[in-house]
């Protein structure tokens, strides 16, 4: 039995100096996809749910996530978590702790800081009264789209108010802004990995890296070793998924499922090496 809380993952990371890496999923194929490769490879691994995918199209529930997450989970040896992702709704993030989510992502980070830590301190004190843990975001990361989330230093964290609001949130984790964004990248982003190891080093915290999908692996690798502690890949991820779908020139739906998981394993395999435990 496998199934741990996102924070047990985070200390192994830690441990090992490395990021654990978490993977948007949206169904059982790719829940499926990303516990039998972290099972492969051996190390731990985090499968996380976008709240959009819920309540934009409403056909998946938070309940039936976790129970399917829980029982792949419990398969196998490698530690699995299950990770509610950026959500700003407070009475989402409660229905997802009831549903049995023991991770949530409270984000605000585009409120003013005041805001932001005083929402995000609401969210802890009520999760952890639940045993659940709370990712907290500061500075912005934003959209890969937009040339200028990536790029605009001012929305980048700023070291001193990260000691700071980890203090007075509370959070058990942070996501931090520091030249990532999120979806494709039109330009390739450059982490700023010295402000990575002045976070690092004033706060307390695991630090978490947002928009996976294109940063040049070198960087990840420096990253891993200064302070990141999880790595949250979507875009490039669900991308291959629905290109998978597309290309698919059968008719047994059966066998796409099948093509799908072998795509995925694929990917997961090469993306895995990087969280070197
Ligand atoms: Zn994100």
Not at 36 to 51: D, H
């Amino acid at each position: 039995m496998a199934y741990v809380k996102v924070s047990e993952v985070l200390q192994l990371a830690i441990k090992a100096n490395t990021a654990v890496m978490a993977f948007n999923c949206i169904d059982y194929s790719t829940v499926r996809s990303v516990i039998t490769v972290a099972e492969e490879v051996n190390k731990p691994v985090i499968c996380m749910l976008y709240p959009e995918h819920v309540i934009k199209y409403n056909w998946i529930n938070l309940e039936g996530f976790v129970s399917m997450v829980k029982t792949e989970a419990e398969k196998v040896k490698v530690p699995v978590a299950v990770h509610l992702d950026h959500c700003s709704d407070f009475d989402f993030i409660i229905r997802a702790i009831k549903a049995g989510f023991l991770s949530v992502m409270y984000d605000g980070s585009l409120l003013p800081l005041e805001e932001n830590i005083r929402n995000t301190r609401e969210v802890t004190r009520v999760a952890h009264a639940f045993g659940a843990d709370v990712e907290a975001e500061l500075g912005h990361v934003g959209f890969a789209s937009t040339l200028t989330d990536q790029s605009d230093v001012d929305k980048y964290t700023k070291p001193e108010i990260a000691a700071l609001f980890c203090e007075q949130s509370k959070c058990d984790s942070v996501a931090v802004a520091i030249g990532s964004a999120h979806g494709f990248y039109k330009e390739t982003p450059k982490l700023d990995l010295v402000r990575l190891e002045e976070i690092d080093r004033a706060t307390d915290v695991p630090l978490v890296l947002h928009g996976g999908s294109g940063i040049p692996n070198d960087q990840l690798e420096i990253a891993f070793t200064k302070g990141i502690n999880k790595f949250n890949v979507g875009t490039e991820f669900l991308w291959l998924y629905y290109q998978t779908v597309r290309n698919y020139d059968g008719t047994d739906i059966a066998g796409l499922a099948n093509t799908v998981q072998k795509k995925l394993m694929e990917y997961l395999r090469e993306k895995m090496k990087l969280s070197k435990f």
